[in-house]
Structures are given as structure tokens and as C-alpha cells.
């Protein structure tokens, strides 16, 4: 991976120059990511490409625990509804207890965790919101 976006550095070095901006990196989204040697974006389920951004959320987190000292706050936006229950369970046990978590969807229901039966929940209807 590194010689490859070297040669790209190197293709693109006078392009670069002249637009004043960087036109390859990880900067701009442009990670693949494999299981088993297959191309997440392209042959992954909804399931594995999700999971694939959590475990990257959760590596950053952990990167970020170790350089400051303290985690920071996770904001989940309805991923639980795209993910099957083992997939659920695994996220929910990785981050317990251990990073301060908002989780927002549309339904707790057939979510079974220790982690959602033990959450502070508020229910948001119509611009109210209720505990």
C-alpha cells in the first residue's frame, strides 16, 4: 500500500503543485477495506460494510483514548436497525462501559442488551422530548 500511493504521490506531484491541493490520501476517503481478500464496498452485505465503518470508528476511538488520555463521546445515528443481532451484541459489549455512547433510532424493540436495558432513553415525538 505504501509504494502504491507513493507512485501515486509521485504521478501527481505537478498536478498537486498547481491546484494548491493534495489529490490522493486517506484524506480523501479513499480506503478499501478486504474480508478474506474481497473488496468490502463492492462485494460486502449492508451488514459488513457496516460493520466495517464501526470497526474503524472504534479503532479511531481507541487511538484517540491513547494519544489524549480520555475517550471521546460516540454518536451511533440509527446503525443498530442495519445491523443483525450478533452484529448488534458485539458492538454493544465492545463499547460498554468503556466509551460515553448517544445511540439514535427508531425503535428499541427485539433489541435484547444489557447496555439498552440499562440506558437513559428519551423518546423524541413531534419536537417533544420525553424520558
Known sequence: MA???????????????????TLVGPHRDELQFFVNGYD?????????????ALS???????????EVGE????LLDD???ELDD??????LNTIKGSVQTFVTT???EGIHHETIQNALL?????GTVKE
Open 106 to 108: 427508531t425503535s428499541v
Open 86 to 91: 450478533y452484529r448488534q451484541s458485539h458492538l
Open 71 to 74: 475517550a471521546p463521546v460516540l
Open 122 to 126: 428519551f423518546e423524541v415525538s413531534k
Open 3 to 21: 509504494s502504491f500511493l507513493e507512485q501515486k504521490l509521485a504521478e501527481l506531484r505537478k498536478r498537486e503543485i498547481e491546484r494548491g491541493s
Open 79 to 81: 446503525v443498530l436497525s
Open 40 to 52: 468490502v464496498q463492492t462485494y460486502g452485505s449492508q451488514g459488513q460494510q457496516r460493520t466495517t
Open 56 to 66: 474503524l470508528k472504534l479503532a479511531e476511538i481507541e487511538l484517540i483514548k491513547q
